[in-house]
């Protein structure tokens, strides 16, 4: 079954003679339990559509489809609503909250649903299994990168997302933690989640079921 | 430049939502200095103004009417006379216009020489028949204006001008309006004998030697009944006491609005420069050198400051403009008109020279970091530390905001302030209120009194019920023998005053024997008197009595000018005195119905003001002047934490976007600002209330009045209310905040960094 559908995305930048199409009429399916890689070389609008798929943006044209939900007809609430309970987010530059522990970071989420107490059950759970139980009374700064975004891994998971998207989880860290990193993202898509990545890495593009690549605007297999 | 300066416009109208709310932060601490500018200057000025404008004697001689050639010849031979003129004055003269009529009007009539008084529309008098000048507080109560007809004792005459005179406050604050008309024309009409004068009007040569001219007046002044003396330097004093406390007020408000704008202005500039770091990075990369990247900043500040400044100043004065020229108008001064520009132009001088200061400031300092270094992104902040906060939203926000501790400490003493001005407020309010209604306040005991009654009423008095206690009042306006421009009232109560007046002992003792004198402070002062000296009073009989001082006390009423002694010397050296009568109610009896069981037993009461029903009104307008300063005081709190919520959303934009991200919604981004406004309003909060009561409070009520102590500490019921508007503040602060931030898209917010 299809977590995340789109239809004809298409998303420009800009108006008149500074308009940028950067995305044109691009399709893409992801289901449950599959690791896809989005390439494409800088600046061709890998984050973009990694935006509008978590709710962060809205499309100009096309139609896209999330966890069952019609993002095309959402209020603002409901983008809030499918961020909360459906989409977990990781980025490059892992921003956990400086002024919060490790821990405090992945149980904050935790805070937006109903039953909190079973939320910070599953957070401590989550930064056992992510290796992070040493740490996770650690302020960020303190911590390696690798070790930051395994706690932003653990925050995206925390209130158990239909999709996990990752903007180039990799991309400011060293080959060990990256690996370390993308054997996690894969553990999640083979529990039954949809991970979606935007990478240049080439470590990150083999360990994905599927790569597309993302060109002129388009995704082509 | 012109370049130079179009590139700041474009950059500015680059990020024009920042630009914007610099300009509204400028803009509201403008208004705030022009909110105390104009008043301040005006008060400040006022007085001196309008004496300059109206020509006004250094000394004023009151008398029973003698002949012009007489007194004349007296004052021509005192010293340091540099001119004079005469008037007769007449009270109690019945004036009416169209719908409105008096009978307490005050008629003076003018004769050749200097006028005393500023005309401020129309025409002075020619001299011509029918010629009337009203002052200016009649002709705003009653609507008149030049080329109307007015009755001045049943005879109709033709209003040809509106005058100023500042030697009184102005009617309805004084209680008699007062007209001039000259002595040839309306004068004569009216059945005035231009041979004869009771008032002298008299400029010196040098003022600073005005006492050696007094004291020769008096030597000379025999056979003069009832003379009475008021000099210009004793007006302004009586006037200034009052301006005083809302000068210092509106000294201490502005001093809070600079340094709001400081603080509020430098952090943003910060802020700024901290997201700009690559471009000061390309900047001096590219060659240019620190002072030049830093004058970048400037020339955007000035922009920017220039119009939102101006716009605020205007904004402010014209706010203030209203109220301060009726309370200047009250006193019989002018307002400042086009001379308040010149310190306006100041304001924005000091307004716009912080602003760039505060700019440049950060920018430089960047600016001398080695290029790659700043290219690096290397940050400006410091580490976060851990720190004991609820965890949550709002926890989160406290932590954001304590995480900068210079710019949270400065907030939060700009707030305290802020806070501590308007307890301050709040007290004086409660206080004047009570001055304006409470006789207790004045620490009088008695709440009715009856007038010009014959002897025989006491004891029908004391027997109405609800009456507990009646007593004749003796009452007389007094001169010191050696200062005679030093007026003060005697009171006088057969027995123990206390019962019906009590104002604090504050040194010494009450009276207990005929010879003494309990002093108010006021007088004291104004006197150097101590316990112990003899106090001469020149009775309005022209008899002089004296009294030895055994106690100090702080009396309110006129000033503190005031002596409490026992009646026997009083009736000797004036036996024409004659009592009103106090009336002390028992606890709980209404004075309505005490007031019509006495009328029907046909005797007039009349209830006891706390300040006299002129100065009421003054009380009244300095209220309402207060009030505009309360109100832009409380925008200025606004800002502030509006201000400062926004720049924690500005710098921590991304950790905001992530939230929001992660499923956050604007609630929750409320949250964390609420959380960050609570830390700020819970440490402001304590600060600004031990701030009013252990420095402002005090340091006010001294300079408001330095013959008594007026408690001006704020009470819990006000602290309570002022806590709670705070944290009402904070939160509009942070709900407004929220919405600004849920309105970027959070993709835009993440692209950040
Ligand atoms: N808010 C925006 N306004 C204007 N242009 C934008 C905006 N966001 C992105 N762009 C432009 O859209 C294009 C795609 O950007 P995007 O960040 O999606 O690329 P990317 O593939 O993620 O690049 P990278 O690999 O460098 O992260 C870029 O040219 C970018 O400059
Ligand atoms: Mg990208």
Redesign the interface.
Known sequence: MNVVSARGLTKTYGRGRAARKVLDAADLDVSGGEMVAVAGRSGSGK??LL?LI?G??RPDAGTLEVAGSRLDRLT??GF??L???Q???I?Q?F?L?????GE?NV???T??VNGHSSGLARARALIRELGLDEVSGR?P?TLSGGEQQRFAIA??LV?EPAVLLADEPTGNLDADAARTVLRHLRAVASGGRAVLLATHDEAAAEIADRVVHLDGGRLRA | MIASARGAWSRLRGRRGRSLLAAAGIAAVAAMMGTATTVAYGLATGFDRAAERADLPDLIARFEPEQVDEVDARVEALPNVASRSYRQEATEVPLASAGQATSSGAVHVVGDGRRGYAIVAGDDLSGAGDEVVVERGLADAWGLAPGDRLSVAGVDARIVGVAVAPDNVAFPLASAPRVYVASQGLGAQLGADPGLTNMALIWSQDPSRLDTTLVQARAVSFGIDNLRFLTRAGVQVQLDEAAGIVIALLIAFSAAALGVAGVTLGATARAEVQRRLETIGVMRGLGFSRIGVAAQYGLEAVIVAVPAGALGLGVGALLAYGPSARLLESLNELPPGAALLAPLAGCLLVIVGLVALATMWPAWRAASRRPAEILRGAELTARPRRLPYPAGFFGLGARLVAARVGRTAATVSVLAVSTALVLLMLALATRLDALQNDPASLGKRYQLTVNGAPDSTLPVVRDVPGVAAAAPRYEASAADSFQLGETFKLIAFPGDHTEYESPPVTEGRRVQTAGEAEIGAGLANALGARRGSTIAAQLGSGREVRFRVVGIVAALGNEGRVAYVRPTRLLEGDPGLTPAIAVRLSPGADPAQVTSELRSRGIDTAAVGAATSSSREFLGVLADVLRVVAIVNILIALFILTQSLALTALERRPTLAVLRAGGAGRREVALVLAGGATLVVALAAPAGVVLERAVLGPAVADMAVDYVTLPLSADVGQITFAVLGLLLLALTAALWVARQVGRTPIAVALREE
């Open positions: 984050s973009t935006h978590g962060l943006d603002e609430r809030t609503d961020r909360r309970h989409v977990g987010f980025f530059f921003h909250v400086p002024e919060l522990t405090e149980a904050m989420p805070r937006l302020l700064h925050r995206a209130n």
